[in-house]
């Protein structure tokens, strides 16, 4: 069996570098049918009708004079950036000849997003697919997994709980050595190329855009939440066309595990996931900074309450159209990228012609019972909205901020150890390659070659 509707990476990056036919079947199922396969020609950064989907937010709300510029994942298929890599890995295995429509179960490890992408992904392939995720993560997760059309097994814990997750996957490949095969985005490369390449250019060709209109200079910082680090990824591509550019790591505060080698939970949902990543490039990292995850979910608040948008609107200068933009487009580890850049733009000293990229990698629609939690326990009113604003965004604090220093990078490295050596079955060569730059490099330069086994696969 042939995937019938299957990108490039490069097409990922340019939709309009498809064909025609595919793109107008894939315009119209966006909105006509979000379960038709031709939508995995919808998986990119850019609106419907075709510009990237970004947003500047406003000055009064930051406190800072830098631009922070959001990328917004809202209109991927899912909902969710985390469609992309769950696809890449996919249809790398299957290029690869590693999987089989009709005689493989694809497992997707996660904490939530890329979860519901693999849910979306796996069936629209002619994949069995089942979801391996914590207990206490959001019901719209479930739901949307179920909708989707694959199952879910739940493990003990929440956001942090990640060795249970492995520890099923290995039970089921164990039990199942000839039909399980598992897509673990914390180690698949496939994860990493999907953000250097189509993560990473969208912001590298976004800048002309941005300096012209902004009268900026280059990208000064991008700044991502860890959850499997496929998304941070693309600093890698920005800082080789930008070599200035600052690749900032962010993590919860009650999670603080590249900080202090700390543990714990957080509800800070899809990050902090309480180890190191293979597919991480810590020693290509600028900066580390923790955030409070009852931070993140008060400001999520305030954006996505109709009292926020009252007095975003009335104290601080905002249109409607504005407010509603950012209704639209963040969810709780949006916000947390959103003071991760904040607090960058302190600690680093940036200024009016800097630029700083935030990804929103989902929106409210995954938190709603979450923030009616919120609702029902912390009251949102025009003090409230102003209290939040002012001491939580305008007044962010650079504490909890690490530089990467040498030191800093090579402990930071070290961590990986205790996963992928102690408990998943990596050596200390396989280790130890990845401190050399090249180990990256080759990584990237397969982008081509993938390519190129895609088209062939669709038959020319």
């Known amino acids: 069996m042939t995937i019938q509707f299957a990108p490039t990476f490069e097409e990922m990056l340019h939709?309009?570098?498809?064909?025609?036919?595919?793109r107008a079947l894939a315009a119209v199922m966006r909105s006509k049918d979000a379960l038709h396969p031709v939508n995995f020609f919808n998986?990119?950064?850019?609106?419907?009708?075709?510009?990237?989907?970004?947003?500047?937010?406003?000055?009064?709300?930051?406190?800072?004079?830098?631009?922070?510029?959001?990328?917004?994942?809202k209109d991927f298929p899912t909902g969710s950036h985390k469609v992309g890599p769950a696809y890449s890995v996919m249809i790398e295995k299957y290029v690869n000849g590693d999987i089989e429509p009709g005689r493989h179960t694809l497992v997707f490890p996660s904490t939530g997003n890329f979860g519901i992408g693999?849910?979306?992904?796996g069936p629209r392939a002619g994949f069995s697919s089942q979801v391996i995720l914590p207990e206490g993560m959001s019901r719209e997760r479930f739901e949307k997994i179920e909708y989707y059309g694959a199952s879910y097994t739940?493990?003990?814990?929440?956001?942090?709980?990640?060795?249970?997750?492995?520890?099923?996957?290995?039970?089921?490949?164990?039990e199942h050595p000839g039909t399980i095969r598992i897509m673990n985005q914390f180690s698949e490369m496939g994860n990493y190329r999907f953000h250097?390449?189509?993560?990473?250019?969208?912001?590298?060709?976004?800048?002309?855009?941005?300096?012209?209109?902004?009268?900026?200079?280059g990208i000064s910082a991008f700044c991502s939440a860890m959850g499997s680090a496929g998304t941070i990824a693309a600093g890698d591509r920005i800082k080789q066309v930008f070599p200035g550019c600052k690749i900032v790591g962010l993590e919860p505060t009650q999670c603080p595990t590249l900080f202090n080698n700390g543990y714990g939970s957080h509800e800070i949902q899809g990050i902090g996931d309480k180890h190191v990543t293979w597919i991480h490039h810590v020693t290509n990292m600028d900066a580390l900074a923790c955030i409070d995850d009852m931070e993140c979910l008060r400001i999520n608040h305030v954006f996505n309450h109709a009292m926020g948008r009252e007095v975003m609107m009335k104290s601080y200068g905002l249109t409607e159209v504005q407010a509603n933009r950012i209704s639209e487009i963040f969810g709780i580890s949006g916000v947390c990228n959103l003071l991760g850049a904040i607090k960058t733009a302190k600690h680093f000293g940036m200024g009016a012609r800097d630029v700083l990229v935030i990804p929103a990698t989902d929106n409210n629609e995954r938190y709603l019972s979450t923030m009616q939690h919120m609702e029902d326990h912390h009251k949102?009113?025009?003090?409230?909205?102003?209290?939040?604003?002012?001491?939580?965004?305008?007044?962010?604090?650079?504490?909890?901020m690490l530089d990467g220093t040498p030191d800093n990078r090579a402990r930071w490295?070290?961590?990986?150890?205790?996963?992928?050596?102690?408990?998943?079955?990596?050596?200390?060569?396989?280790?130890?390659?990845?401190?050399?730059?090249?180990?990256?490099?080759?990584?990237?330069?397969?982008?081509?070659?993938?390519?190129?086994?895609?088209?062939?696969?669709?038959?020319?």
């Open 196 to 217: 250097y390449h189509v993560t990473g250019n969208t912001v590298v060709e976004l800048e002309r855009e941005l300096s012209q209109k902004l009268g900026t200079r």
């Open 43 to 73: 998986i990119n950064w850019n609106k419907p009708e075709g510009s990237t989907n970004y947003f500047v937010m406003p000055k009064s709300l930051t406190g800072v004079q830098a631009e922070i510029v959001v990328i917004s994942a």
């Open 380 to 400: 949102l009113d025009e003090t409230a909205v102003h209290a939040r604003v002012g001491g939580i965004l305008r007044h962010a604090k650079t504490d909890w």
């Open 15 to 22: 939709p309009e570098s498809a064909s025609a036919a595919t």
């Open 154 to 174: 739940k493990t003990s814990g929440s956001e942090s709980n990640v060795k249970e997750i492995y520890d099923e996957c290995n039970r089921l490949e164990r």
């Open 118 to 121: 693999g849910s979306w992904v």
């Open 413 to 460: 490295h070290n961590l990986k150890y205790y996963t992928w050596v102690e408990q998943q079955g990596k050596t200390v060569d396989e280790l130890n390659a990845q401190l050399d730059p090249d180990w990256w490099l080759a990584h990237q330069a397969r982008v081509g070659e993938i390519d190129r086994k895609i088209v062939t696969m669709r038959g020319g």
